[in-house]
């Protein structure tokens, strides 16, 4: 099945995915005392979070990074995720492998599922998220955010556009690694969107890497749709579905750096890169799911009957 999302602007997009239609009950549930605990626990995360974005916004953007990667494994902690990152198998069509140096920014993209996303990604490399301007209008999240580093964009103006990929540009060029999510919308996870171009021009003006990463939910080998955040979906219904659910891992496949040979035709340029990050992206996050997708598998004790368990 594939899907068209309407396209509104580069940055804004909307997603054919929906609560109704995309989250499966879970696997296994958690009891209701032990989801009391997790909210306890992460809204005292959140707490703890404020003071040390305060404490985060006066360090270097390095120490800055390794604080927000710690306090956001911790609040995954306190959700019940657990994070695991793999490194993913590599290919480079008219592109070339392109390790960063020592100091040196890169653009890291990938696929978009949940309001965890941003998290899991800091959770895992040390980073600045992309963020929309929307959030930095938020009072709670506007400060845990400034403490992460996070650039701000303003998706409802295509006008903005060239300052946003120049701030990210910048960033990149300070050695900074940015996190970008290039589809514009979320998806539930069993599906992905088009790669938009326009965040990669900030690489090629800062003659940055790209680095692919796959993210997938599941609870043991099978994809969740648990964590999703997509339609007309709420920020609650969301989080308490996470903590409601027993064992959802957030997998990160990380690929390596990318970078094209400098080319002076530059929307060519950038559509290539995204391209390429888009197909690497979905060979760990959508080809892999379908490949391992109803497999055979006999039940114990009953060699007779078979069922067909969904692996993805």
Sequence with gaps: ???TPLQINPWLRMGPCSPAACVDAPAAAVGPVHRVARLLATFL???AGLTISLAACRASTAWRAEITK???????????IRV???AGDAFFAESQAAPSAPGEGALLVANHISWLDP???AATVPSRPLAKREIGEWPLIRTLAAGSGALFIDRERLSALPSAVATVANALRAGDTVVAFPEGTTWCGRGMGEFR???FQAAIDA??????AALRYREGEST????CYVGDDSLLASLLRVTATRGLVAEVTLFAPVRLAPTGRRHEARATLARIAEAQVRSGAVEAQVRTDAVEVPPRRQPVVHRSIAIR
């Design 1 to 3: 099945m594939s899907f």
């Design 45 to 47: 995360v959140l707490l």
């Design 84 to 86: 695991m990152t793999t």
């Design 224 to 227: 969740s749709t648990r964590g």
């Design 119 to 121: 998290l899991v990604m």
């Design 70 to 80: 710690s306090w956001a494994r911790l609040l995954l902690r306190a959700l019940g």
């Design 207 to 212: 003659g940055a890497a790209v680095r692919p």
């Design 197 to 199: 171009p326009a965040v």
